[in-house]
């Protein structure tokens, strides 16, 4: 028998009033939704698993009119729904199943649970119940869940339920929720024995407490390291020790790396353990070199730095073409990256939350004195960077620019924030080659020998 036939069945063989749970009204649980809702009579209140209970009834009594009733049985749903005289549209009724999502993102203030948590035993229900749960709430809305409390029944209705204190219960729910307020109740059935229910009452956090990318333990060791994976690439593709380069460039286009080895001028590094490329060596101005091309974007970039950094590189260069925002640059030109907009999710990873994060690597006003040697217009300011872009706007390109972005890209604000917190020297040099009001030729760079140029002068830079 399925859970929702057991249900129906209940209330096939069982007028609402026989049944364990049942109290005339839901007093408890009436006074913490009006105090979840705020005194707003046109707040969203769902009832879970409200089922044939009379808490829509002192709801709509009360002048409430956004209320969703969700029960596994229909039958429930419509002893309820005749029973009581509502406004039109005042009551949605919805047979379904709560460990399953229904009803539509941020859409409920107050999720209201009397006796539906308690029997779910299985932890996948359980944490399917609080996802829907989290991704139905409004951020800043309420949760009020009530189950058996520590001296409650280990069976209800034929089925096995978990009882808990307020912690245990909490601790279901995770930091997503803030626990305001939880207390007991001594339940009287209606044969007269009784139950003892527990009430937390939870607030759901703001946006910057509930997001997966603001809610990271940045100062907890992760479980998966790139000496790990290096040593794995090593062991399965036979890869012989070596030193690398101290400095290495990250080449997002690749066609200047295609160019070099073409020419011979870059020949491979047997000794890089990457599964996902290819490192190239070439000697400039007397500094050898690492080229790897096309790790585009921030997390790619990132994954690589860090096995760059691993295995014992000093400085990345990052060579990235970009797009110009500021106006007052002329097309094409070099822009260093002072610092780079967090207008992506890589950075996150690794620096709290803000706006903007600077470049790690020192002497900036050197490399952009070196860059300027090879006859390009050079500017050092502050980039954008975008995970998508695809979804660059006119409003937003016009807003970075008054407040000074020069340029925008997708890999310096990644980079950075690695560079930050793994203490390693990064830079980002960015080849500004077209924009969306630029009449003339796009995307402009140059040529491979231009950008051969450039990887000099950083050399150059570099050797000091």
Known sequence: MTLREHWESVYETKAPDEVSWFQPHLEKSLELVERAAGGDRAAAIADIGGGASTLVDDLVARGYGNLSVLDLSQRALDLA???????EGAVRWIRGDATRDQFPAHSIDVWHDRAVFHFLTREEDRRSYVRAALRALRPGGHIIVSTFGPEGPPRCSGLETVRYDADSLHGEFGAAFQLIESTQELHRTPWGSEQQFLYCLCKVGDAKDTLPLLRHALEEAPAFT????????????VVKSGVLPELCFLEFDGDLTDWLVAQGKAKPV??????????YEIELAGVRCGVVARTIGGPYAVLIAEQLAAAGVKRIVGITSAGRISPELPLPCV???GSAVRDEGTSLHYLG??????????SLAGLASALAATGWPVRCGEVWTTDAPYRETVSQLSQWAKEGVLAVEMQAASLYAFGQARGVEVAVVCMVSNAVDHEGEQFDTGGVEAGAGLLEACAIWSRG
């Open 81 to 87: 729904r005749r029973r009581i005289f509502a406004p």
């Open 226 to 237: 790139p000496e790990a994976l290096m040593e794995s690439v090593r062991t399965a593709r």
């Open 270 to 279: 047997d000794s890089w353990a990457c599964f996902h490329t290819a490192m």
């Open 335 to 337: 822009v260093v990256a």
């Open 353 to 362: 939350a803000g706006r903007a994060v600077e470049c790690p690597a020192a």
